[in-house]
């Protein structure tokens, strides 16, 4: 079923795993994702940046895909259709009306008072809908679509304590080292500041850019509350590799079931290893 964020996040959060969010980017991006929570029996959030959402025809069209396929797989395992990364309250609601059942607003590059206001708008809306609200504190490095970082920027933990006190958000996404899009060399990921967070704030938090980050990060970040995990380059990288393959080996193909079937192949494995990487294999 079609749900929000705030269960399966809790659950993750008391039983000692994380749930991955996957990015969409089209339509074989969503059946190969459906595809491996099913399979694995896994609690799933599908996360739609902006851009993505523009790119498959607006929030209403990645609703209803998501609702179509759903249906035709027989999907038993929870599933969040999830706004990533949403720039504005208008964003914002837009999601919520076209019928996602979670949002983020980041307006971690706004000043902390305006982040507090313009997150507590979203979250009275989004609670009068049964929908979960993710914020965001610090500055995640790299690039994301339209989320471009100067640098990294840890989040202060008195102000994390602070704003998810004043707003009643679900989840935090608080930046401590993290990156979107590949790391150069390790990432160093502030496990103190993460652990700290966590015991103040009392909610599940958020690691975004879980692409590239080494298997122990990824559990030592689990044992300090962190429920969810961002994942989209990584998915991105294998599909477009498979691609490769397919087109070297056969350069007379063009029938594109015959390139992107594959693809939809390499994400779904790569979505498999995340989840049992995760611990959410099993958990729905
Ligand atoms: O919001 C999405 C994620 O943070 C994706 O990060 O592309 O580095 O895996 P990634
Ligand atoms: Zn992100």
Do not use: W
Request: proline residues 5%; charged residues 20%; glycine residues 10%.
């Amino acid at each position: 079923p079609l749900v929000s964020m705030t269960e399966m996040l809790n659950k993750a959060k008391e039983n000692g795993y994380a749930v991955g969010q996957f990015n969409l980017n089209n339509l074989e991006f969503t059946q190969a994702i459906l595809q491996a929570a099913e399979e694995e029996k896994s609690p799933v959030i599908l996360g739609v940046s902006e851009g993505a959402g523009r790119y498959m025809g607006g929030f209403k069209t990645v609703v209803n895909m998501v609702k179509g396929l759903m249906e035709e797989y027989n999907i038993t395992v929870p599933v969040a259709i999830h706004l990533d990364h949403g720039s504005s309250f208008q964003s914002c609601a837009k999601a919520i009306h076209a019928g996602f059942t979670s949002v983020m607003i980041d307006a971690s590059h706004h000043p902390f008072e305006e982040n507090v206001a313009l997150t507590s708008k979203v979250v009275e809306l989004a609670h009068l809908h049964g929908v979960s609200v993710e914020a965001e504190l610090g500055v995640v490095g790299g690039q994301e679509d339209d989320v471009v970082a100067n640098g990294i920027i840890y989040a202060n933990p008195d102000e994390c304590e602070e704003l998810v006190k004043r707003t009643g958000i679900d989840c935090l996404a608080p930046a401590l080292g993290s990156v979107h899009g590949p790391y150069k060399g390790e990432p160093k990921l502030g496990f103190v500041e993460m652990e700290e967070i966590s015991n103040r704030t009392g909610v599940p938090l958020v690691l975004h850019g879980g692409t590239g980050i080494p298997t122990k990060d990824i559990q030592k970040a689990i044992s300090l509350g962190t429920a969810k995990i961002n994942v989209n380059t990584e998915n991105q990288m294998a599909s477009a590799k498979r691609v490769r393959e397919v087109l070297a080996e056969n350069p007379d193909l063009y029938d594109p079931r015959k390139y992107l079937g594959p693809a939809r192949e390499a994400i779904k494995e790569t979505v498999i290893g995340k989840m049992r990487e995760f611990g959410s294999s099993g958990k729905a």
